[in-house]
């Protein structure tokens, strides 16, 4: 299996802090967001991994990165010359993966679950990895029966469960299948959510749901929040 991390995106949210660098790379406690879901790939044996991020910060993220050595892995650099989806940006790695599966994260999420037995026990499909929250409209969202993801709805007004899908997303090979026949949505995207529902209508997705915290540190008040709990963590 291939290890992919998407850093791209404007980091509008987090600006003016994202105007110097890539939000992947500002500080959660002691060291910098992108090694929390790093760290995940690598406890999950995966060593043989993607960055992908915009052309304005790979100089910054390659000079703090470098080649993996000191990580024990090796990575391999893509560029997204313009923010047009988690789905385009995972598109650009098919050549990377050669056939393989791919553990996609996103690389401002921070997860606390010991993620490596669900990615290392995939086989095929797709498996999702959500977790209960009291504010489902914000996130993708999936409903379930019998272990099995039966929908996936993006940002609904009425959501039909409170599992968010979070920014870790496990795929077959045949996701890149998919991703070259997609079409942009309403705000001109690539949707990740689109490739997902896919595995949904082929019967193909299965779920985990965390039972320990997980942050999406989009935000001012989600990065503080990040660095919060790994100070707990760390007592």
Not at 10 to 33: A, F, Q, W
Request: with cysteine; proline share 4%; net charge negative.
């Amino acid at each position: 299996m291939k290890g992919v991390l998407i850093c791209g995106g404007s980091g509008s949210r987090l600006k003016p802090l994202t105007e110097i660098t890539n939000k992947s790379l500002l500080p959660v406690y002691d060291k910098p967001l992108i090694l929390y879901p790093l760290q995940v790939l690598l406890d999950a044996g995966i060593t043989d991994i993607a960055i992908v991020t915009g052309n304005e910060h790979m100089d910054q993220m390659a000079a703090f990165l470098g080649s993996g050595k000191r990580f024990g892995c090796t990575f391999h650099y893509c560029v997204q010359d313009q923010p047009k989806g988690i789905a385009q940006a995972l598109g650009l790695t098919e050549i990377f993966a050669n056939g393989e599966s791919v553990c996609a994260i996103l690389g401002d999420n921070v997860f606390f679950d010991d993620l490596s037995p669900v990615i290392k026990s995939f086989k095929s499909g797709t498996e999702l990895l959500l977790k209960e929250v009291h504010d489902p409209e914000r996130f993708g969202v999936a409903e379930m029966n019998n272990g099995r993801v039966v929908s996936i709805e993006e940002k609904p007004t009425k959501p039909k469960s409170n599992l968010a899908v979070t920014g870790c997303y496990v795929y077959d090979n045949r996701c890149y299948e998919y991703i070259r026949t997609m079409k942009p949505s309403a705000r001109g995207e690539l949707e990740i959510s689109d490739v997902s529902r896919w595995y949904v209508e082929l019967g193909e997705a299965h779920a985990t749901i965390l039972e320990k915290e997980w942050v999406d540190a989009g935000t001012f008040e989600s990065l503080f929040r990040a660095a919060e709990l790994v100070r707990q963590q760390k007592r």
